[in-house]
């Protein structure tokens, strides 16, 4: 079995599932495109649709929530 591995993005680098597939942060992965020379706009759409958008099959992204957002979202669930 084979893995995808993103050249130049291990600093987006989280863990590795039991079955040692690298996982990725988005966010860090958009910054280190960022780094590479992208502005936001063209990391986050280069990702989404090289990586995400069907381009690498069986990639690992993880998402992280700002504590702040779901704060917010807890306090607007609440509120309606």
């Known amino acids: 079995m084979s893995f995808v591995v993103i050249d130049g993005a291990d600093a987006a680098i989280k863990g590795y599932t039991e079955d040692s597939q690298v996982c990725y942060e988005y966010h860090a992965l958009v910054q280190v495109f960022i780094d590479q020379g992208m502005d936001s706009d063209e990391a986050v759409e280069w990702i989404?649709?090289?990586?995400?958008?069907?381009?690498?099959?069986?990639?690992?992204?993880?998402?992280?929530?700002?504590?702040d957002e779901i704060d917010c979202q807890a306090d607007m669930e609440n509120d309606g």
Do not use: H, K, M, S
């Open 48 to 67: 989404d649709f090289n990586i995400l958008g069907g381009g690498v099959p069986d990639i690992c992204i993880l998402y992280e929530a700002d504590r």
